[in-house]
């Protein structure tokens, strides 16, 4: 790829941001070394994601055109249009059809796809993960009594509920317990919480309904919730910190039944 040059253009601004990027930290040139396309798409992409990430093309900024993008990194339109596809597929840019691609806020950006595949294509790592969601859930607990304001109370009592009123459908009840769960990460106050949470639940829908198919499991599972909902309401730190390691303890033990087959399907509350 050729050192980008600044132009004048419809994308101004972008054109000349990338130019100057590049004269900062020339772009490898790869032209006629023999690279397959697949190697130039990833240069390109990661060329084009570091002058996202570093504010370079800051949100709401337009890239140049697919034709000026081909001839200031010295590839080919076919190039560039697979790159934008690729970070169009990480929620980096938004692709218009006859107005260009805009940068999207990094808030918006695909974080959890990818971790949600990991998930579940790790099965045999579900002991492992369980490990890093409890690291997640219990500091979300403590920031949740710490900052839960009226509006967090609320969606923490209706999703409570929620888990009342579906007690005799696991499949339901299972939906609910996820939501409780994300109500307590929003709690927080603090987005990224529930924005690593949720990947990490998706893939393991199937997995929730096979765990709370017993009313035992349900009825134990309710009170661990309640005590949670109940510490964070009442803004004590501590009690919450207390009750979600408690529930995680358990839900361990429940994950590990299920791996070995020890599990009591017939057991009743």
């Known amino acids: 790829m050729r050192d980008l040059v600044s132009d004048v253009g419809p994308s101004g601004g972008a054109d000349a941001a990338i130019a100057s990027a590049s004269r900062a930290e020339p772009v490898t040139t790869v032209g006629s070394a023999g690279f397959s396309r697949a190697l130039l798409t990833e240069q390109v992409v990661d060329h084009l994601t570091q ?7 800051p949100p709401g900024s337009f890239l140049p055109s697919e034709p000026e993008l081909a001839r200031q990194l010295g590839v080919s339109r076919t190039v560039v249009r697979e790159s934008a596809r690729v970070l169009a597929a ?6 218009q059809r006859g107005r260009g691609s805009t940068v999207r806020a990094p808030s918006t950006w695909d974080i959890g796809g990818p971790l949600s595949l990991a998930v579940m294509a790790e099965q045999s790592e579900l002991t ?5 969601r409890a690291a997640l859930e219990i500091a979300s607990a403590r920031y949740a009594a710490r900052r839960a304001r009226p509006a967090e109370h609320a969606r923490l009592g209706e999703a ?3 888990l009342d009123s579906n007690f005799d ?12 769960h994300l109500a307590i990460a929003a709690g927080s106050c603090n987005p990224q919480f529930e924005r690593l949470l949720r990947p990490l639940l998706r893939p393991l829908r199937t997995h929730f309904t096979h ?6 499991v349900r009825s134990s ?17 501590a009690a919450a910190v207390e009750a979600m390691t408690s529930h995680f303890t358990v839900v361990a033990e429940e994950v ?7 599990e009591d399907l017939g057991a009743d509350v």
């Open 128 to 132: 492992n993960w369980l490990e890093v």
């Open 169 to 180: 459908d696991p499949e339901a009840y299972a939906v609910a317990d996820m939501e409780l």
């Open 160 to 162: 409570l509920a929620a």
């Open 211 to 216: 765990r709370v198919s017993q009313p035992a």
């Open 90 to 95: 990480r929620g980096m840019i938004d692709i």
């Open 51 to 57: 002058l996202i990430a570093d504010g370079t093309l």
């Open 221 to 237: 599972a309710n009170r661990q919730h309640a005590a949670i909902v109940e510490a964070i309401v009442a803004g004590d730190e």
């Open 256 to 262: 590990r039944e299920i791996d070995t087959g020890e």
